[in-house]
């Protein structure tokens, strides 16, 4: 079992709640836009991480983590992505993977609106975290926490970050 704290679109903002909600999970993963390698860093003291670039980020972080990362963790299918859109608006460029060997879990993060969705024509649970940093028009920034189990996704958790 694998407790998961899943963030997106931190545009280099680092909020301390970040340590408290992911103190007790096990791995902290990123869909994209982290805005700095500092920031990255700073989550990856915390636990282990995984993370894609997204559209703003630089060349320091699109060399340390790919465009695409795809993984099987406790049983469970991982693809993540930063511009991935959600079941029936997915973006172009992530269709022919999508389709052609769907995960069981698909995330990406971009549009700063929280979504979880399942796509009952992929078998697949689709999550954006939407954003938890303070840049964007969002107005409550938000993370999310779940777990993996045995092939299970399970126990999903969003948690807003303003007040």
């Known amino acids: ?81 930063h511009i991935g859109g959600h079941p029936d608006k997915y973006a172009q460029r992530v269709r022919p993977v999508l389709f052609a060997n769907p995960p069981k879990l698909f995330i990406c993060g971009h549009s700063h609106i929280l979504k979880v969705m399942f796509d009952k024509k992929l078998n697949c649970l689709h999550i954006n975290p939407g954003a938890a940093g303070n840049y964007g028009f969002h107005k409550v920034r938000t993370l999310i926490r779940f777990v993996l189990n045995d092939g299970n996704i399970s126990d999903l958790e969003v948690i807003e970050l303003n007040g």
């Open 1 to 81: 079992m694998k407790k998961i704290g899943l963030l997106s679109d931190t545009h280099s903002w680092w909020d301390d709640k970040y340590e408290k909600y992911f103190a007790d999970c096990d791995e902290i993963w990123h869909a994209g836009d982290i805005g700095s390698v500092d920031l990255a860093l700073r989550l990856a003291a915390l636990k282990p991480f995984r993370a894609v670039y997204g559209n703003i980020d630089n060349s320091k972080i699109r060399t340390a983590y790919p465009e695409f990362l795809r993984f099987t963790l406790e049983g469970v299918d991982v693809l993540m992505t």
